[in-house]
């Protein structure tokens, strides 16, 4: 069966797991991958596709319930309740081209991943400071 998100897990990143479930769901919904209406995965398919505990997939689909983002119905599945405000679709395209050259730029400058991480981390820092994030 075709489906509009497909977890996938970042074993070292410290996150865990259902967190990182739970911020694939946003990050889908923030760029319309996801919207309200659609299904997510029932639990057994996620457990199988990462080998992962039930309650693991469980928790994430409730925390995400309690957000009020999706709604699980009996029977049926989890489906999504509303999507996240923010930007269009188109702006979220023209923005990523601005960031994809952005990235480009900084290789060619020679800085590495972890540069650009801290740069990054760094601006978006600065911006919450200024009240602009």
């Not at 309200?36 to 505990?53: C, H, K, Y």
């Amino acid at each position: 069966m075709f489906r509009l998100i497909e977890f996938n897990l970042d074993r070292g990143s410290g996150v865990s797991t259902y967190l990182q479930l739970v911020h694939q769901v946003k990050q889908a919904l923030r760029l319309g991958t996801l919207r309200p209406g659609d299904q997510l995965p029932t639990a057994r398919e996620v457990v199988e596709s990462l080998a992962i505990n039930p309650n693991t997939v469980l928790k994430a689909y409730r925390e995400l319930e309690r957000e009020g983002l999706v709604e699980g119905r009996p029977g049926m599945g989890t489906f999504v309740r509303q999507g996240i405000a923010g930007a269009t679709l188109a702006e979220h395209t023209r923005l990523r081209r601005g960031l994809e050259a952005w990235v480009h730029d900084a290789f060619a400058a020679g800085l590495d991943q972890e540069d650009l991480r801290a740069l990054f981390t760094v601006v978006l820092a600065g911006a919450a400071k200024e009240g602009v994030a």
